[in-house]
């Protein structure tokens, strides 16, 4: 059984950051990407970044220049590091894996970020 657990959520103040991991539970698998997303209440996930295998990265245009996606292969682990944060930047943040032909999603950590 995969699973994915977040961490490194918090309060911070606009202009602050923080750090957020996602650990898979299982090592020695293939990754085909993972990838972050953020849900406010009311209003439906979105991808915030993402990695694929080959070391592609995603965006979306509000985080660009501000956020970096990363992977320790050798902790199982993906990160993102969230710089120069803003109040809307707060949101439920979720991990998600793709392993062959199978999406994981973790179970979310919350980002505050205060004015």
């Known amino acids: 059984q995969v699973q994915l657990v977040e961490s490194g959520g918090g309060l911070v103040q606009a202009g602050g950051s923080l750090r957020l991991s996602c650990l898979v539970s299982?090592?020695?698998?293939?990754?085909?990407?993972m990838a972050w997303h953020r849900q406010v209440p009311g209003k439906r996930r979105e991808q915030v970044a993402l990695?694929?295998?080959?070391?592609?990265?995603n965006y979306a245009d509000s985080v660009r220049d501000r956020f970096t996606i990363s992977m320790d292969n050798a902790r199982n682990t993906a990160y993102l590091e969230m710089n120069n944060l803003k109040p809307e930047d707060t949101g439920a943040y979720y991990c998600r894996s793709i392993l062959g032909a199978t999406e994981y999603w973790g179970r979310g950590t919350q980002v505050t970020v205060s004015s």
């Open positions: 299982q090592s020695r698998f293939n990754i085909y990407l």
């Open positions: 990695i694929t295998s080959i070391g592609r990265t």
